[in-house]
């Protein structure tokens, strides 16, 4: 057996609860042992930047570099060290990531691929794990840090829908799931779920479902009788809203929308 083996998964628990002192050292005893091993080259170097490290995660990812000289995802880290350093951001907030947050569950949850990404300096400082936050537009849902820095944009057709369902009285939370300086994935979750939309899933499950005439239930729904909201009656049940006081802002798409 490879007696690299069990401090590789050492190395990966380590990371996983977010020890990052001990994930350190264990993959220096891994590199210790093959000078070649890019996995643990790279983890050491993620393993300094969760500790605010810059200098030495850089020193790293160059002589992974040399190692694997057309990975984009090392010359993404390097990019992202030389905005840092040229924003003087010495100090990186470390996120504690909880291993179950990513778990899929259909109908609940959805990891989105965001549109109109922010700056690459606001990119640069995104932790996988890190709570975001959506704020409701007038026609889209706008993603922003916990110090309402802009992140990106969710793509119209999930926009559309969950300010639609907002309005309906659900709650949702999104962290970040993936994350270079020229893309960034939420891991959208339904944290609670509105009582006029109780009977429906809040991501599509199947997105040839129709319902016919929509209809709004008095209690919470059963797992069971979770259905798929057709395209039509997501409309119908937005002009239903529409008629209540402080909507959130979705209008039709004929609608001539107006500059901020």
């Given at each position: ?6 401090l ?37 170097g ?15 990812y ?13 010359s ?10 040229s ?45 975001v936050?959506?704020v ?35 709650v ?63 409309d ?25």
């Amino acid at each position: 057996m490879d007696k690299n083996q069990p401090l590789e998964k050492e190395a990966i628990e380590a990371a996983i609860t977010s020890d990052w002192e001990k994930a350190i050292k264990l993959n220096e005893k891994i590199i210790a042992n093959d000078k070649k091993n890019v996995d643990a080259y790279l983890r050491l170097g993620f393993a300094y930047l969760q500790k605010s490290n810059i200098k030495k995660a850089k020193n790293i990812y160059r002589k992974v570099q040399k190692l694997q000289p057309g990975s984009f995802l090392i010359s993404d880290n390097l990019e992202r060290i030389k905005i840092l350093e040229s924003k003087k951001i010495s100090h990186i907030s470390p996120t504690q990531l909880n291993p179950y947050v990513f778990i899929d569950v259909p109908g609940k949850t959805k990891a989105v691929t965001l549109v109109n990404c922010g700056q690459k300096a606001i990119l640069a400082k995104l932790a996988i794990g890190q709570e975001v936050f959506l704020v409701p537009k007038r026609r889209r849902i706008e993603v922003r840090s916990k110090e309402k820095e802009y992140i990106g944009c969710l793509p119209d057709d999930i926009s559309k829908r969950l300010i639609i369902f907002m309005k309906a009285g659900s709650v949702f939370r999104a962290f970040i799931k993936e994350t270079t300086l020229k893309s960034t994935s939420a891991f959208l979750k339904e944290e609670k779920k509105g009582r006029k939309v109780a009977r429906y899933a809040s991501f599509p499950i199947n997105f040839q479902a129709g319902l016919g005439n929509i209809h709004f239930s008095d209690k919470e729904g059963k797992e069971d009788d979770i259905e798929e909201i057709s395209d039509n009656d997501l409309d119908k049940l937005a002009e239903t809203l529409n008629e209540e006081k402080e909507y959130l802002g979705y209008e039709p798409e004929d609608k001539e929308e107006v500059e901020e």
